[in-house]
C-alpha cells in the first residue's frame, strides 16, 4: 500500500503590479467551503491593508499609459485571451465554485460558462465603443468637430459580495478595461478564492503587469481608502450596497472621481455598453475643413 499524502493547501495571495505579494501587515482570514450542512477550513487568504491599497493604486497609475497607448483591438485580443485561458480551467473554476459557494456541479460550470461568454463580449467591444460613443457635431463655420471617448484612468471596483463571485467579479472588472482604464479591484469578502485563481489566468494572458490588481479582505475597510485616494480617478460600488456607500461618495466627491452607485439583484452589472462608457471621459477636437 502507498503511503498516505498530505494534502498541499494553496496559498492565496494579492494580485499587484502583476506580481502576488502577501500582505504588507501580514495579516490572512479564513475562508470556509461547504461540506454537507457545514462549513469546513477552506483557505487563508491574504488581508489587505491600506498600504497595500496604495501599492495596488501606483501599480495601476503605472500600467495606464500603456494599457490606454494599445490599439482597440490588441485589448480586445488580450480580453478574448483571458477567455481561451479560463476556459481551458473550467474544471478547476467549477469545482471551486462548487465548494466555496455551496453550488451544484452544474450551478458551478453554468457560472464559469457566463464567466467566459462575459470576456468574450466585452473583448468584442474594445474596438467598436468608440464608434457607438463618439460622434461628428454640426457646427456653425468651416470647421469638422469630433467628440471620442477617452479612458478615464484608474478606476476603483467593489465587486458584488453575494452569490456568484466569479461572476460577479468579472461583471465588475471587464467593462472597466475595454476603454484602457486600469482597475483595483475588492472581490467578493467571503468567497474570493475564484477571483484569486483569475489573478493566476490574468498574469498568464497578456495582460501587462499593473492593469489588474486584486485586493482581498474587507471591503468595508479598503474602500474608504480608494474612495478617498486622490490617484483614483473614478470608482465602481457596485457590490458596496451593503457598506456605508453614501460616505463612500461623499469621499469620492472630494477628489471629483466620477462614482457608480451600488446595484441590487442578479442582474447587478449586467452586461452593457453603459457600463464600458461611464468610465470615459469625451475629447472634443475642432479642425479646420479644406487645405490651409
Known sequence: MSPARLTVPKTYKLYIGGKFPRSESGRVYEVTSRKGSSRVFAANVAKAS??????????ARGAVSGWSGATGYNRGQVLYR??????????????????????????????????IDLWVWYAGWADKY???????????GPFFNLSTPEPTGVVAVVAPQGPGSLLGFVRAAAPVLVSGNTVVVIPNE??????????EVLATS??????????SGSAAEIAPWLASHADVNAIDLLGAGELEWVDLQIAAAETLKRVLPPETG???????????TFFTETKTVWHTKGLL
Open 50 to 59: 491600506r498600504k497595500d491599497a496604495r501599492d495596488a493604486v501606483l501599480a
Open 82 to 115: 483571458i477567455a481561451e485561458l479560463l476556459d481551458g480551467r473550467r474544471a478547476q473554476f467549477a469545482a471551486e465554485i462548487a465548494r466555496s459557494e455551496g453550488v451544484s456541479t452544474a450551478a458551478a460550470e453554468a457560472q464559469v460558462d457566463e464567466a
Open 130 to 140: 468608440v464608434q457607438v460613443a463618439g460622434n461628428g457635431n454640426p457646427v456653425s
Open 190 to 199: 467571503q468567497a474570493p478564492l475564484s477571483a484569486l485563481s483569475l489573478a
Open 206 to 215: 497578456d495582460v501587462p503587469g499593473g492593469v489588474v490588481n486584486i485586493l
Open 266 to 276: 442578479p442582474d447587478a452589472g449586467a452586461p452593457s455598453v453603459e457600463r464600458i
